[in-house]
């Protein structure tokens, strides 16, 4: 048991689920319809785990030799198993075995359901297969990066995600649409040997087996998200995992202490300042006030609103920069105090933070203005005499 009493990024590890009788315990998947985790070992054994108890509530389902992944269909009615030159459908409802999809001197490595159409990756020959599920036969290939390890595709499977478990973590991006590589995104050493993912409204998590992190993937900009601490997965060499019901915690797999470790999936959002309010004199120039407790995570995709009772109180608007700045410029001819509201929203779902305070501006004599003109204007009258002897 683990508690990182720190502020976010670092992580809470709430729980454990005990596998005793498992042998080398492997891929996990969940089942949102049917609320239900499933978890696999090598030696053909497919189990299912009650979400509410963390305890396994069935016997185990042999399936095909060499198992390594479990895909579950949207609807959750199926569960697909990848095996050795083989994938087995699991009837989800029932627990019994549908049929048996045969991959003849193919090894799939990852498995994932897009636009109807079943992408198996293999690992020995850097290749996505793109396999139509009725005829159960070969429509398309896509060549990827070395070791691809894991399948996932976007929420509106426009978008397919390829793991490769290489030191500088890579992953591709592949445009369902086209079935072609549109980018990879690199981890530039932050996540080391990436292999399992998945995905919380619109962030992707991936587990990275070389160095115990999970990174964090922004899927609007396929860019990674970084902060200040790593974020851990509780244990070395994380494997597979998946996220709660709930969108709230991931199932974390460390296949070599046979354990599947409960993270709580931290909150990325800053809190705004409460002690904002601000005096400045109509006269001075652009005012920048940093308005945030915590700094933001590079790549996060937060959005500000600001709002102000008093807009002609200001020559600019009251902005907030990327960094957490709020930006604005006192208008010269008003004086008064403004109330000004902020708002964050992160299009992931992880927060949203509101506050309110007043800026005062304070009108300044003509004569202090006056003076500043005068000044300018005599400095650049000495400049031009200068420059004529």
Same mark, same amino acid.
């Given at each position: 048991?683990?508690?990182?009493?720190?502020?976010?990024?670092?992580?809470?590890?709430?729980?454990?689920?005990?596998?005793?009788?498992?042998?080398?315990?492997? *891929?996990?998947?969940?089942?949102?319809?049917?609320?239900?985790?499933?978890?696999?070992?090598?030696?053909?054994?497919?189990?299912?785990?009650?979400?509410?108890?963390?305890?396994?509530?069935?016997? *185990?389902?042999?399936?095909?030799?060499?198992?390594?992944?479990?895909?579950?269909?949207?609807? &959750?009615?199926?569960?697909?198993?990848?095996?050795?030159?083989?994938?087995?459908?699991?009837?989800?409802?029932?627990?019994?075995?549908?049929?048996?999809?045969?991959?003849? &001197?193919?090894?799939?490595?990852?498995?994932?359901?897009?636009?109807?159409?079943?992408?198996?990756?293999?690992?020995?020959?850097?290749?996505?297969?793109?396999?139509?599920?009725?005829?159960?036969?070969?429509?398309?290939?896509?060549?990827?990066?070395?070791?691809?390890?894991?399948?996932?595709?976007?929420?509106?499977?426009?978008?397919?995600?390829?793991?490769?478990?290489?030191?500088?973590?890579?992953?591709?991006?592949?445009?369902?649409?086209?079935?072609?590589?549109?980018?990879?995104?690199?981890?530039?050493?932050?996540?080391?040997?990436?292999?399992? !993912?998945?995905?919380?409204?619109?962030?992707?998590?991936?587990?990275?087996?070389?160095? &115990?992190?999970?990174?964090?993937?922004?899927?609007?900009?396929?860019?990674?998200?970084?902060?200040?601490?790593? +974020?851990?997965?509780?244990?070395?060499?994380?494997?597979? /995992?998946?996220?709660?019901?709930? &969108?709230?915690?991931?199932?974390?797999?460390?296949?070599?202490?046979?354990?599947?470790?409960?993270?709580?999936?931290?909150?990325?959002? *800053?809190?705004?300042?409460?002690?904002?309010?601000?005096?400045?004199?109509?006269?001075?120039?652009?005012?920048?006030?940093?308005? +945030?407790?915590?700094?933001?995570?590079?790549?996060?995709? +937060?959005?500000?609103?600001?709002?102000?009772?008093?807009?002609?109180?200001?020559?600019?608007? *009251?902005?907030?920069?990327?960094?957490?700045? !709020?930006?604005?410029?006192?208008?010269?001819?008003?004086?008064?105090?403004?109330?000004?509201?902020?708002?964050?929203?992160?299009?992931?779902?992880?927060?949203?933070?509101?506050?309110?305070?007043?800026?005062?501006?304070?009108?300044?004599?003509?004569?202090?203005?006056?003076?500043?003109?005068?000044?300018?204007?005599?400095? /650049? !009258?000495?400049?031009?005499?200068?420059?004529?002897?």
């Amino acid at each position: 048991m683990i508690d990182f009493s720190k502020p976010s990024p670092f992580i809470s590890l709430d729980d454990q689920i005990n596998v005793p009788g498992f042998r080398d315990i492997g *891929p996990i998947a969940i089942n949102y319809a049917q609320d239900e985790l499933y978890v696999i070992d090598n030696y053909q054994s497919f189990y299912v785990v009650d979400t509410q108890t963390n305890t396994i509530d069935s016997t *185990p389902i042999t399936v095909s030799q060499y198992p390594n992944r479990i895909f579950v269909s949207k609807d &959750g009615q199926t569960i697909f198993v990848c095996a050795k030159y083989a994938v087995t459908m699991i009837n989800a409802e029932r627990k019994f075995i549908e049929g048996t999809i045969a991959l003849e &001197g193919i090894d799939p490595y990852g498995v994932t359901f897009a636009n109807n159409k079943l992408y198996v990756a293999e690992e020995n020959n850097d290749t996505v297969y793109v396999i139509d599920p009725i005829t159960q036969s070969i429509r398309n290939t896509i060549s990827v990066n070395d070791y691809s390890y894991y399948l996932i595709a976007s929420p509106d499977e426009s978008t397919l995600y390829v793991s490769h478990c290489v030191n500088e973590g890579l992953i591709s991006v592949i445009d369902t649409a086209t079935d072609t590589v549109k980018t990879t995104i690199s981890l530039n050493g932050n996540g080391k040997c990436p292999q399992g !993912m998945t995905i919380v409204d619109s962030t992707l998590f991936v587990a990275n087996s070389g160095d &115990g992190t999970i990174s964090r993937i922004n899927m609007m900009s396929n860019l990674e998200i970084i902060c200040q601490s790593s +974020l851990l997965s509780g244990d070395q060499r994380p494997e597979y /995992l998946v996220s709660s019901t709930n &969108g709230k915690q991931l199932y974390v797999v460390h296949p070599d202490d046979e354990r599947i470790m409960i993270v709580d999936i931290p909150s990325t959002c *800053p809190t705004i300042k409460k002690d904002l309010d601000h005096s400045v004199f109509s006269d001075e120039r652009e005012q920048s006030i940093f308005i +945030l407790d915590t700094d933001i995570c590079e790549n996060q995709p +937060l959005t500000f609103t600001v709002s102000t009772d008093k807009p002609e109180l200001f020559s600019m608007k *009251p902005t907030i920069s990327t960094s957490g700045e !709020m930006h604005y410029q006192p208008n010269i001819k008003n004086s008064g105090k403004a109330q000004v509201n902020i708002s964050i929203t992160d299009p992931a779902g992880y927060c949203s933070a509101s506050e309110s305070f007043y800026i005062t501006i304070i009108a300044t004599g003509y004569k202090l203005s006056l003076k500043k003109k005068e000044e300018v204007q005599f400095k /650049l !009258m000495m400049v031009m005499k200068t420059s004529q002897h």
